[in-house]
DNA sequence: GATGAATGAGTATTCATTCAT
DNA sequence: AATGAATGAATACTCATTCAT
């Protein structure tokens, strides 16, 4: 269904679409190997572009790690708007949806997130990252009972790490990846339901 | 009876302990800011000793984050090797023990593991980095049982995940740290309790 | 028509040619004072740039290093490809052209070869270095007879030694250069022949 | 007739020789990578002791060079005054005595003169380097004849540089060490020879 | 006769960024 | 829409040297 005839991406099918392709390098190396060591000589090189190319599309190296997280974050700003918009106290069906659509985006933009879990430190001081943290809050929010013990509390938390840190460890034990995520999926909502229960 | 009477640190104290020093900077550093962002500059600075000093006690700027690892990895091993000791099948009191020491340790060593958990693309390819996995995998050696179903394995793992992101996240949630590292302790245990009885 | 017309390098001049410039000053500098003893920062400061401006045109400084030999080991190339396409035996004739216009490559590449001569230590772990040994033996393999005896071979040998060394050496000699260059070639030439002739 | 009776050398036997075992060393690694290339961290760590200590013995690195010299370049300074006092015109005799002297004196410290031969240029501008193109120049003068044509100096100075070249460049050819020593000097004598007959 | 600790000046190299074309 | 040429500031690291002990 590719609109290219021949092999790689040719000169032709590139024109026009830049900008995008750097996006996807940048991203590509700095869940690789980081951001602060990945040079821009380096996405240059590998997109077979000048440095002062990026320069055109981006104005700086952040604005690059910016616009990718601009576009793979709306998914999440989405969520947590119709979470925030839907009547209190949250039931636990919206929260066991919330888990399940957080479960699907996290797939979705699995290269983003493992950066941002590997590269809390670079991430931290970007406006970017400011807002990253808040938008886990901000799934907190829908999750958690304010009324509820601390341990319950904590029980919301652990099953956004579970999530995060699931999507990237579990890589390392057999199996097949998507019964995996199911697995991790049940055990979140497992964790939310019993603080919503109070079990 | 110290000799110093003034405040701040004489060059006399100083003398033999340069090398702790450094270790002792250059954590607060790299967990500030991250490894990549900390210049040997801004070490020696702030240490009021040459950059070639910094070279007299250590040989590279990854053997100084090496040797800070080193000092404190020390009881995560011996906690993994006590753990491999205990008979098998392992008892669920053992691994309620298991999670116990290891919340402690991560207290303990609160810098050093935030600076981990925040560096990993940094650290992944540091040899130390490769251990760190290895030992993490050693403690869920221990919580695991083989037989249990996916959801149990990754019940093991969430408990992990849960004390590690636990302790530096709860960190923007109001009440007592004392208190919120017992609940997170608390969920910790509970969670492999479950995967333990499979209930 | 040239349009400075004040002294120095105009910067319009300049554009353009900075590789070769480099190249100059570079080959200039370290026959003066050793590659070791020649930093990048002379380098620069002399032509009026930053360092970061060699490293444009050349990945590492021993890449300067390189690409000026490259640019002047090509005439030996050519001669001794000359000399290997000639008949065997090979014919005192074709040994005295050799010397003959081997002596005129020494002159016009008169500073790469005091370089080389006087950086032999450095020179050596080059991969440039190695192929200077092996054009070295290169034009022996045209001079040489295998049958002849050994004092004959080293005759060879001496015609060589004696066109490098003659050739800096004599600077401390009284004496007009062409009139020096002269007498060097022909007591090579000399040597050869009677290795050649078994005199 | 060894003092020791165990195999190396024993802290016992170092003692009261370190002076001449930085020496040894020192060559031996000056020889290998070049004077520049050597550094003293390099020498004091081959000989198991401090850099301070080296400080102990010599004033400095060039001072470590200059001492290796001094020892060694003695036999030549003897030479060439034992030439000097010889009746003028030098006689044939002389001369040919004079390059058989010089070829055992080359042979007994070829590291040094391999040194001196790949370091040119650093050897040049320390006060010792000075005075080996003066010893050059001092036994040059004991072969030429000042009346004879170019040609016939410059077969002195080819003699000189035959022996100086051969010792180095006749390793890569097949043959016995001794046998190739002599037929070098024999060319050596012979173009002195021819020289001073002016053949 | 030597060490431990440190310094000051230097090195090659890399990086994000700029700008005229 | 992109390049060629360059910069300024930084970085990790090395070296010869010093000096109190």
Redesign the pocket.
């Known amino acids: 269904m590719g609109t290219g005839t021949g092999t790689g991406t040719s000169k032709q099918q590139?024109?026009?679409n830049?900008r995008q392709r750097i996006q996807d390098v940048a991203l590509e190396l700095f869940a690789e190997q980081g951001y602060e060591k990945?040079?821009?000589?380096e996405i240059s090189e590998r997109l077979e572009?000048?440095?002062?190319?990026l320069?055109?599309?981006f104005?700086?190296?952040?604005a690059i790690l910016t616009s990718i997280f601009d576009d793979l974050t709306r998914p999440i700003d989405e969520l947590i708007a119709w979470g925030h918009e839907q009547p209190r106290p949250v039931s636990l069906e919206t929260k066991q949806k919330t888990l399940t659509r957080y479960s699907e985006i996290l797939v979705d933009a699995a290269p983003l997130f493992r950066f941002m879990q590997e590269n809390q430190a670079t991430v931290r001081d970007l406006k970017t990252g400011e807002s990253f943290k808040d938008r886990m809050l901000g799934i907190y929010e829908i999750l958690k009972d304010p009324e509820a013990p601390m341990t319950d509390q904590v029980r919301c938390f652990s099953a956004l790490f579970t999530m995060h840190g699931g999507m990237f460890v579990l890589k390392d034990v057999e199996g097949d990846p998507e019964e995996k995520r199911k697995a991790i999926l049940e055990v979140a909502i497992d964790l939310v339901t019993r603080a919503h229960t109070g079990a």
């Open positions: 590139r024109r026009g830049t990945t040079s821009l000589r572009v000048t440095k002062a190319a320069y055109y599309h104005k700086t190296k952040e």
